[in-house]
């Protein structure tokens, strides 16, 4: 590291045109660069407003990095500007330190470089610090090349004053270019220098839309080259990756082939056994110094270092190839923005990335040292790169890089969805993910060395992203386990657990939507509205398949469910073919898609029809629908389907189990929920006792309580609903403790908690009707209707008043004068028909007839079966117009919901 003036043919910035009272952060950026000869020179003239402490603090350290086996760094000034002061640093005796620093270690890359830092004395807000330095340049991989590739700024970063220039002398062979979208470049020839001037900041760049290929996104550059060509380029590496005596014979690595070579005469067997070695048996290390960043280490070395970068890897990949009677090359690519290549200037700096072209029979095989994961099953397999230039002594072109849909799905995902509990039962769901490529070795890596508690969070973590394809509330995990296969590379998941029914109410049925198949969520939709926008092309991504298959069990004793949808599709859309077969076979269902994509790019003129084709696939997704004799989930204490819970309840104490101590209470609740669902009330309520001992919170008191007085324990119910309102003082909460509050004949406390906390918002309906039970409860019916009228009379368009009206008079049999006439109202603009029509048909009961209640209350349940209480009703009026099979319901009411029936029988049905 050196200290002295700048070079004579710098541009200086006068000192005085640098605006100190400026609050722009960069109040100059002046980068000049020279290209000389084989040599590039880069001057840095930097100037920062430390306008807070914040900046003080982030600016108040001064860093430059440098490769000193390529050229050298000079420091000319460190000064520090102070209200017309200028105080130089350097000549206080302040000096940088040097450091090698590797910033990349973690990523296992090393790049040499050397790293001065200075802390700069003395500085207060309000400065403004001005350092200037310059690099020189010259790479020798380059044969007395040079190449510049300088990112411009642009808003809404601000300057004061910005630019970024190059010269060169005048005749001298450079190719210069500035972009994307990057202004007016000033070009000019002067005292034999030619030179390219970008003033900044560059405008902001225009918004781009989703899924533009990478090219648009690009940062704007100033690129500088006197290579002439890609030609050009390929041929100054092609020395480089010389393997002219890379094997000695009868050495270590010469072993290694010989190995590959004894075990198959076939060439795509030897190829993917040397690309495993090199994969598997040499760990990725970047190594950039000495000339490191475009020359690559030497393959014996390579070898028995066993470490070694792209380059380094590739070209002992190479010689293995070569020395296996395989045709290969090595080819440069950028592994982030391959599409943009053909807009670039022919130059190293372009590429990121080396990998290894072979061809086998005719085919071409793209082989990346680098990767992991490759076996024969994946060695065609393409890299996303779109373009590659091969290396070679004759010098190539750039080339594109055709894709190629794997043979291998890269994901095979096996679900088995077990609703043999029934329609309103939660599903047993195991899901079995399969990773080839690499994925798998991915994840066998990771396999490898994880311990068992963290290969339990790595399974459910995995469950949770797989239940949540199913429900949006996830699930809970009762098993799993992971293995890992080295000869295939292939990488199993498999995790059990329970979701929420799949089968949810529509249009009076239980309809299963199968939305764990990928084209249950299939879009295509991309933005190109703008009119700078209609152009641009859709990226696809890469090449790829998947493959998923979904298996459905249904109860054994309930036929009659039917598969809708199209099971049996197939489409080819952006780039993709998706593959849909499925049968229903008396109570399996089976449903396969696979999803093979080419990937690449759509012109946005297709798009409208491939969004098209997409929404088509989407709404084809297969469905099942159950019979309308499917049990229902109140019925499930009868004995004949109380054994169809058996595997569910060990599917709860198995995920219970599972959990630390401290953590069951989850797996306690969703066990509470399936008891109470299906009126195992005291099964629900012992696991709120455990759920609440390990973390009381006001949801489980709440339920809790709701589940005593279904039993008639409503002293019990009204002390957990006074913890619930302790834990969430809120309006629910208190309108649920009133309520059973004003059951229990304690109307003054019950009329005064809602008092309270009615606070005539949203909520006051509900508060009123509340308020309108508890006045009923303490015998003031009569004032309840009218407060049930003013509701009305306040909100016009509420049709759900119509109803409340309807249930409140049928109930407490008040006002019904002219109850029949709202309750017919109610129906005609009902929103929720089946509440309504079970409202209508308590109003027929208090009327007296009993067979239009009858017709309301089937009415009601062949839209919402599930409406328990209105099974009740159907019970009721039937025994009461002398029917002896509505007995037997009658009695299993009693039995299991007798809150249930003593709250009707205070509502006449006696």
Request: net charge neutral; hydrophobic share 40%; proline share 6%.
């Amino acid at each position: 590291m050196l200290y002295g003036p700048a070079p004579k043919w710098v541009e200086n910035r006068d000192r005085a045109k640098i605006d100190t009272a400026s609050n722009t952060a960069i109040t100059l950026l002046d980068v000049q660069q020279r290209i000389e000869g084989e040599t590039l020179s880069i001057y840095v003239d930097q100037a920062f407003k430390l306008a807070s402490p914040e900046s003080l603090t982030q600016s108040g350290t001064s860093t430059a990095s440098w490769m000193p086996d390529k050229g050298d760094l000079t420091v000319h000034r460190v000064e520090i500007l102070r209200a017309g002061q200028v105080i130089d640093v350097l000549k206080g005796g302040a000096r940088y330190e040097v450091l090698r620093r590797e910033p990349g270690l973690e990523q296992r890359q090393l790049d040499g470089m050397l790293t001065a830092t200075l802390a700069i004395p003395g500085l207060q807000v309000g400065d403004v610090l001005r350092i200037a330095y310059s690099q020189s340049i010259r790479d020798k991989a380059l044969q007395g090349k040079v190449q510049v590739n300088s990112t411009l700024l642009t808003l809404p970063v601000e300057a004061g004053f910005a630019r970024t220039t190059v010269s060169w002398p005048k005749g001298m062979a450079v190719k210069w270019r500035a972009g994307p979208a990057a202004g007016s470049p000033r070009e000019t020839v002067e005292d034999g220098w030619h030179t390219v001037s970008v003033p900044l900041p560059l405008p902001k760049r225009e918004e781009m839309p989703q899924g533009v290929p990478s090219r648009f996104t690009r940062p704007p550059s100033l690129e500088a080259t006197t290579f002439a060509s890609w030609d050009e380029v390929s041929r100054v590496f092609a020395p480089l990756y010389s393997i002219k005596g890379a094997i000695a014979p009868g050495s270590p690595l010469a072993k290694e082939v010989a190995k590959i070579a004894d075990k198959s005469p076939d060439p795509l067997t030897r190829a993917a056994l040397a690309t495993r070695l090199v994969q598997d048996q040499v760990s990725y290390l970047m190594n950039g110094m000495s000339g490191g960043n475009y020359v690559p280490q030497a393959p014996a070395q390579t070898w028995v270092s066993r470490y070694g970068d792209c380059k380094a890897k590739s070209l002992l990949l190479l010689s293995m190839l070569e020395a296996l009677g395989i045709e290969a090359e090595v080819v440069a690519v950028n592994s982030r923005a391959g599409d943009a290549l053909p807009d670039l200037l022919p130059m190293p700096a372009a590429f990121d990335h080396v990998i290894v072209r072979a061809q086998i029979a005719g085919e071409t095989y793209w082989l990346d040292g680098t990767a992991t994961g490759t076996r024969l099953a994946t060695l065609a397999d393409v890299p996303p790169f779109r373009n590659a230039l091969p290396i070679r002594v004759d010098g190539a072109s750039l080339t594109a890089i055709a894709p190629r849909v794997p043979q291998l799905p890269m994901a095979t995902v096996k679900m088995v969805i077990d609703q043999r509990g029934g329609v309103d039962i939660p599903a047993l769901v195991t899901a079995t993910t399969t990773f080839s490529g690499v994925l798998g070795s991915n994840m066998g890596a990771v396999l490898g060395q994880a311990s068992v508690e963290q290969k339990k969070q790595l399974i459910d973590s995995f469950a949770g992203s797989v239940f949540n394809t199913l429900s949006k509330t996830g699930g809970l995990v009762s098993d799993g386990e992971m293995s890992f296969d080295p000869e295939t590379g292939m990488a199993t998941i498999t995790v059990k657990g329970i979701v929420s029914t799949r089968f949810g109410d529509r249009d009076g049925t239980k309809r299963m939507d199968l939305s764990a198949l990928a084209s249950a969520n299939e879009t295509f939709d991309f933005d190109r509205s703008r009119a700078t926008w209609k152009t641009l092309p859709v990226d696809l991504g890469p090449a790829r398949r998947m493959r998923e298959e979904v298996e459905v069990l249904l109860p054994v004793d309930e036929p009659g469910f039917k598969l809708g949808g199209k099971p049996d599709y197939e489409v080819f859309y952006a780039g993709k073919t998706a593959t849909r077969k499925g049968v229903l076979e008396g109570q399996r269902l089976i449903v396969s898609e696979e999803h093979a994509a080419l990937g690449g790019e759509l012109p946005s003129a297709d798009i409208p029809v491939e969004k098209a084709k997409a929404l088509r696939l989407k709404n084809t997704t297969p469905f099942l629908t159950a019979p309308v004799t499917a049990a229902r989930a109140w019925r499930y204490q009868s004995a004949a389907l109380k054994t169809r819970l058996a595997p569910v309840e060990a599917a709860y104490a198995q995920a219970i189990a599972r959990a630390p101590v401290a953590e069951r209470g989850a797996g306690l609740v969703g066990r509470a929920s399936l008891r109470g669902g299906t009126y195992d009330l005291e099964g629900a309520i012992a696991d709120y006792d455990k759920a609440i001992a390990i973390q009381p919170d006001a949801e489980s008191y709440s339920r809790r309580g709701y589940l005593k007085r279904q039993l008639g324990r409503v002293d019990a119910a009204i002390a957990d609903l006074r913890e619930a309102l302790k834990l969430s003082p809120s309006v629910d909460s208190a309108m649920a403790l009133a309520d059973t509050l004003g059951y229990a004949g304690q109307s003054e406390e019950a009329l005064k908690l809602l008092a309270e906390y009615d606070d005539m918002g949203d909520e006051h309906s509900a508060v009123v009707q509340v308020r309108t039970d508890v006045l009923a409860y303490a015998g003031k019916g009569d004032d309840g209707v009218k407060e049930i009228d003013a509701l009305i009379e306040e909100k016009p368009g509420d049709t759900s008043l119509l109803n409340a009206s309807c249930w409140y008079r049928a109930r407490f049999r008040v006002g019904v004068d002219g109850m029949m006439q709202i309750c017919n109202q109610a129906v005609e603009r009902a929103s929720n028909a089946p509440a309504v029509l079970d409202s209508r048909a308590m109003a027929g009961i208090a009327s007296g007839n009993l067979a239009a209640a009858l017709a309301d209350a089937e009415a009601a349940l062949k839209i919402a079966p599930g409406q328990v209480s209105t099974q009740y009703v159907r019970a009721w009026i039937a025994n009461a117009m002398g029917r002896s099979d509505a007995q037997s319901d009658l009695a299993y009411f009693r039995k299991v919901m007798p809150g249930l029936v003593q709250e009707y029988a205070r509502y006449g049905l006696k």
